[in-house]
């Protein structure tokens, strides 16, 4: 009948270190935290190693239900799990109690507002990218692979693989700089 602690935040330069306080505070032993985005549960190795040592009587505390998942079906699914694991799940600024009628409600609401945010946000994002398009002024994310390099390495007999280890990029981005040369 422990209390362990799950805190996020979604990008390097945020800090969660206030959300570690208040789980503190709340009585967590154990707090594991990380830095990923809460829209999918893929790559929250955090999330994951503690979803796998909680045990029947244990409670997993956050601070706010959007920490868990801004996926309403990621935080229906970890609800489930956590459920028939016989584990509880507490927020510690909302009142979310997912064993009464009232508190299930309450918490769906806050689900379906997580990922009402993310989904406004992604909007925002398009209609602003779209814009600067339009202006004339948007040119994309940062290129992350140096064309010249990848045909240089080339010319100097490496295959897709070693041109790819020794830039630190994925294979199938030097064969797209391959395909584009030609």
Same mark, same amino acid.
């Given at each position: 009948m422990a209390l362990y602690g799950y805190a996020r935040v979604s990008s390097t330069d945020q800090d969660y270190s206030l959300q570690e306080q208040a789980l503190k505070?709340? *009585?967590?032993?154990?707090?594991? !935290?990380? &830095? /990923? #985005?809460?829209t999918t549960r893929n790559g929250r190795t955090e999330l994951d190693l503690l979803l796998q040592f909680l045990r029947p009587g244990d409670t997993l505390v956050v601070t706010r239900v959007d920490r868990l998942a801004r996926s309403i $079906?990621?935080?229906q699914d970890i609800v489930v799990d956590l459920k028939k694991r016989k584990v509880s799940l507490r927020a510690t600024e909302q009142p979310v109690d997912t064993e009464t009628a009232a508190g299930k409600a309450f918490f769906d609401m806050l689900g379906v507002f997580a990922e009402?945010?993310?989904?406004?946000? $992604?909007?925002r994002q398009k209609e602003g990218?779209? /814009?600067? $398009? !339009? &202006? *004339?002024?948007?040119?994309? *994310? $940062? &290129? #992350?692979?140096?064309? *010249? &390099?990848?045909?240089?390495?080339q010319n100097n007999g490496l295959g897709a693989t070693e041109i790819a280890r020794q830039l630190g990029i994925s294979r199938a981005s030097v064969y797209r700089v391959i395909k584009a040369l030609v």
């Open positions: 505070q709340a *009585g967590c032993d154990v707090i594991r !935290a990380e &830095k /990923a #985005s809460g $079906k990621d935080l009402f945010e993310t989904n406004l946000r $992604k909007e990218i779209e /814009a600067a $398009k !339009a &202006k *004339g002024v948007y040119r994309g *994310g $940062k &290129k #992350s692979v140096d064309a *010249g &390099k990848v045909e240089e390495l």
